[in-house]
């Protein structure tokens, strides 16, 4: 039984989930992308801009789940976006937004596109949150900012001359896809961000766009944290980020958004917000889908439906 799995977060609708809770978000200090440092219920709201290729999935102009926009070979624009097959099994968001940082107060240059079409995982299982990955084919492709051009998870932290080519909130552009199998080492710095709930027992999601900074947890942990809850860990499908004690995690609402490591050429995907034991608790890490195990099919999906 998994407690955060298929429902659907809207502003100000909370699904009545007994273990629906978090400790908030929060960035650790040095490594993550930039911040503005602004506390939110033990978050931090992420610097506007900082990540480029997250998006809001919303209906009726609320938001319910994050994702992130990959580049299709070449080209300076996506029609693709990749999110958690929880998040639109019960059909596809009506809209997707990119450029965005307060919800409420669109900027100018921000995108909303309709979705064509929705294809989760073939093996994805909500009984075992399994395969909790789905590719979105946008109705029509959003176009990168130019100065983020060529490269993929570029943010303004790593290119600090990006912050001024940059307005507020009107970075857009892809994030790096990792390597077919690629091996995360345990306890390395991890950012998740979106606009989930911020605290244990939240009402609503957030209106800024917040991140936190959180390790990845070996694999044999994390299993035998998740089996004292009956739940079982496939390692090669998921990966756990969290610190023991606790307080740093994701949460309701962010699911189908990034997890990023940063690498030599970018922000890399490494995971797609899947599910947790409510949020933030000690002992219980968030789960991630774990990217690098889903790269053929990614690619695959690439080359039939991106343009
Ligand atoms: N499943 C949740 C969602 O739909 C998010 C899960 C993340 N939970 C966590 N404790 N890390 O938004």
New binding site residues.
């Given amino acids: 039984m998994r407690q ?2 298929s ?1 659907r ?1 809207g502003r100000g609708v909370v699904v009545a989930v007994g273990l629906l809770g978090c400790g908030g978000a929060e960035l650790d200090s040095v490594d993550a992308m930039g911040s503005v440092g602004q506390e939110i219920v033990g978050g931090v709201e992420a610097r506007p801009g900082s990540h480029p290729w997250i998006v809001s999935l919303q209906n009726n102009g609320s938001h319910f ?1 994050g994702g992130s926009l990959v580049r299709i070979g070449a080209r300076e624009e996506s029609n693709i976006v990749l999110t958690a097959a ?2 639109v099994a019960d059909g596809p968001p009506d809209t997707v937004v990119a450029g965005a940082h307060q919800l409420t107060r669109p900027v100018a240059g921000q995108v909303s596109v309709r979705v064509k079409r929705v294809v989760s995982h073939p093996n994805y299982n909500s009984d075992t949150t399994m395969n909790d990955i789905a590719v979105l084919q946008l109705a029509s492709p959003i176009k990168f900012n130019s100065s983020l051009a060529g490269g993929c998870g570029q943010s303004p932290q790593m290119r600090p001359n990006l912050t001024s080519e940059l307005a507020s909130g009107l970075a857009i552009g892809p994030v790096c896809l990792p390597a077919a199998g690629e091996q995360v080492a345990d306890n390395t710095m991890a950012t998740s961000a979106g606009w ?1 709930l911020t605290r244990e027992g939240g009402y609503d999601t957030s209106d800024l766009l917040m991140q936190v900074g959180v390790p990845t947890v070996n694999a044999q942990q994390l299993a035998r944290m998740y089996s004292s809850q009956g739940i079982h860990i496939d390692s090669q499908a998921m990966l756990g980020a969290g610190y023991a004690q606790g307080g740093k ?7 189908g958004g990034p997890l990023v490591i940063k690498g030599a050429r970018g922000y890399t995907l490494q995971g797609v ?4 034991v ?3 608790r000690p002992g219980l890490p ?2 991630y889908a774990r990217v690098s195990n889903y790269i053929p099919w990614i690619r695959q999906q690439l080359s039939l439906y991106g343009s």
């Fill in positions: 955060e799995t429902m977060l789940c929880h998040c989930g995690d994701s949460c309701q609402g962010d699911s917000t899947s599910f947790g409510g949020c933030a968030g789960v």
